[in-house]
Structures are given as structure tokens and as C-alpha cells.
């Protein structure tokens, strides 16, 4: 599967309709994000089971803001709608495979009951 725009509008959406999902948050003059767009688009190729989003932060600026994006790129991952990984910076083919299989492995069961044991 290719990847995806999405809005402000569509963003929850999104969320609600995928077990696990990438947003890469760029705008067209950002140079790293131009080098990091093919990777993630390869990336979005090899993984149909996962949604790969993308957020044009200048179209986009209030999705970005409550995303409290400072620097782009910056790459986010969401697992049954909670947000697991973020980072900024283009990674490189093989830091993002090794990103996406963390968050397929990742267990949210022990990750949820571990985070409610902290605030016990």
C-alpha cells in the first residue's frame, strides 16, 4: 500500500481504522524530509499491513502544533490508537525497519499494565 495524506480532519480516523500506524510529519522544503520520502514510501511498500501516513506541516499547521512538532522530519508511531514511538529526524532504511518491527513486536497488554502500575 502507498502512503496516505491525512488532516487535521482525518487524523483520528485514521487512528480508529488501523491497528498500527506511521505518520511522517514534513513539508516540501525540508531537504531531509525529500531524502526521507522514498525510504518511508519503500517502507509503506513492503508493510501493506500497516497504514503509513503522511502530514504536510505547512498545510497542516495546527495537527503539527498539537502534535508538538519542532523539527521535521519527525516520524510518529501509534499502536491500537496510543502513541509509541517519536522521533525526529530521517532515518535511514534499516533504522526504520528496525522501528517498525519494535512496534509490531511491541505487546500493549504489558505495555497498559505496566504504565497502570506506575500511577498505582
Request: hydrophobic share 45%.
Amino acid at each position: 500500500m502507498a502512503t496516505i495524506d491525512i488532516t487535521e480532519q482525518t487524523f483520528a480516523q485514521t487512528l480508529e481504522g488501523s491497528e498500527i500506524v506511521f505518520v511522517d510529519f514534513w513539508a516540501a522544503w525540508c531537504g531531509p524530509c525529500r531524502m526521507f520520502a522514498p525510504t518511508y514510501g519503500a517502507a509503506a511498500e513492503r508493510h501493506p499491513d500497516i497504514t503509513f501516513a503522511k502530514v504536510d506541516t505547512e498545510a497542516e499547521q495546527a495537527l503539527a502544533a498539537a502534535a508538538n512538532i519542532t523539527s521535521i522530519p519527525t516520524l510518529m508511531a501509534f499502536k491500537d490508537k496510543t502513541l509509541v514511538f517519536s522521533q525526529p529526524g530521517a532515518l535511514n532504511a534499516t533504522g526504520l525497519e528496525e522501528v517498525i518491527q519494535a512496534v509490531k513486536d511491541l505487546d500493549m497488554d504489558n505495555l497498559r499494565a505496566e504504565a497502570g502500575h506506575q500511577h498505582a
